[in-house]
């Protein structure tokens, strides 16, 4: 039922900035839990950050904490994700996901099940 589609990847040097927004099927952003993930060529998928849509505290990976900010638009079913002073390291294909809320998991342990195509994100050094 859910539908997401991310945009706003591109390139930038290191340093920079980009805002990825995640355009969700209707009723999604403020009822499911939604994060951001990353995955780089060889590496394992990384949880960014996760957050419960219906008003809870996100909670952010280590390697992007202080950097990265999660935001939501409840009325126009958008999550997006600001990432400032970016770096090399951030390179990946960035991925918007969502799952079902249930009080028993937060959000930050629950396995998404569905998710966006990816958007490409390439910071040079």
């Known amino acids: 039922q859910v539908q997401l589609e991310e945009s706003g990847g591109g390139s930038v040097q290191a340093g920079g900035s980009l805002r990825l927004s995640c355009a969700a099927s209707?009723?999604?952003?403020?009822?499911?839990?939604m994060g951001w993930f990353r995955q780089a060529p060889g590496k394992e998928r990384e949880r960014i950050v996760t957050?419960?849509?219906?008003?809870?505290?996100?909670v952010y990976a280590d390697s992007v904490r202080g950097r990265f900010t999660i935001s939501q638009d409840n009325a126009r079913n958008t999550l997006f994700l600001q990432m400032d002073s970016l770096k090399p390291e951030d390179t990946a294909m960035y991925y918007c996901?969502?799952?079902?809320?249930?009080?028993?998991?937060?959000?930050?342990?629950?396995?998404?099940?569905?998710w966006g195509q990816g958007t490409q994100v390439t910071v040079s050094s």
């Open positions: 209707a009723y999604t952003v403020g009822s499911f839990c």
């Open positions: 996901a969502a799952v079902s809320r249930i009080v028993a998991v937060p959000c930050a342990k629950r396995p998404y099940t569905f």
């Open positions: 957050l419960d849509t219906r008003g809870g505290t996100p």
